[in-house]
């Protein structure tokens, strides 16, 4: 029986340094006060697009892709997004037993950054580390506003946003390689049994299987489309497909 020890976060969410990539979270910068918050991001389209983050940072990643259509870019910068939320809240769920309140409101986001997505929370406040408090933070606080608002904008289909967003908690799992390799098994079994449990939640069940540390999407993320992109790890496809604009989506 593996004994769980957990400490209360700490102000700068300093034990996630060591994991580095996407599971750090900046808890301060006199650079950050001027950054739009994700609930920006989220908020029905202003009069002026220009100044929507979100609208700003799929403009960006089309750009710098050369994606052939704007929805692949929408695609890619949902994972990244999720990628990111599911990193910080599962590392600090491992590591501290409990998770910072990441309200969209106090998450401010650098849309003009380079990857992974540079995001800044403004307060520290300490919630539960469980898998229901998980996806209050993550998948309801953050993904389903996520999803709307890109669903509002480009042709994305649902299968293929929950296929990302099931894809993105198991790329998290490189936590799970990071906690082996450093003789934390304590760590290692808490994300297993986080992550198995958090996708059996009916926002992403059926959007994969998992099978012991591998998962595979039922969906793509359409990252082929991009020129010399190829499938993902996890893909539903094994190669590129040919010829079809359209791949499954769910």
Request: charged share 20%; glycine share 8%.
């Amino acid at each position: 029986m593996v004994l769980l020890l957990f400490v209360d976060l700490d102000p700068d969410l300093a034990a996630l340094r060591p994991l580095a990539g996407f599971f750090v979270l900046r808890t301060e910068g006199a650079s950050a006060g001027s950054l739009p918050t994700l609930a920006q991001a989220y908020a029905p389209v202003a009069p002026d697009m220009s100044v929507n983050p979100l609208i700003f940072r799929v403009r960006k990643v089309a750009t710098a892709l050369r994606a052939p259509e704007v929805r692949v870019a929408a695609s890619i910068t949902h994972q990244g997004l999720a990628s990111r939320l599911w990193s910080i809240a599962l590392g600090c769920a491992t590591l501290y037993g409990a998770v910072p309140d990441l309200d969209a409101r106090l998450l401010r986001w650098d849309a003009d950054g380079s990857a992974p997505d540079d995001l800044f929370l403004t307060d520290v406040r300490r919630l539960p580390g469980d898998a229901p408090a998980l996806a209050d933070v993550v998948l309801h606080g953050h993904l389903v506003p996520l999803a709307a608002a890109l669903r509002a904008r480009h042709n994305l289909a649902p299968g293929l946003l929950r296929g990302n967003a099931a894809s993105a908690l198991a790329g998290a799992r490189e936590l799970d390689r990071w906690a082996r390799r450093h003789g934390r098994t304590d760590v290692a079994v808490r994300a297993r049994s986080l992550t198995s449990e958090l996708l059996a939640h009916p926002l992403l069940s059926g959007a994969g299987n998992l099978d012991g540390t591998a998962f595979r999407r039922r969906s793509c993320c359409l990252y082929y489309r991009v020129p010399g992109g190829g499938v993902c790890g996890d893909c539903c496809f094994t190669r590129p497909p040919r010829s079809s604009p359209r791949a499954p989506s769910g």
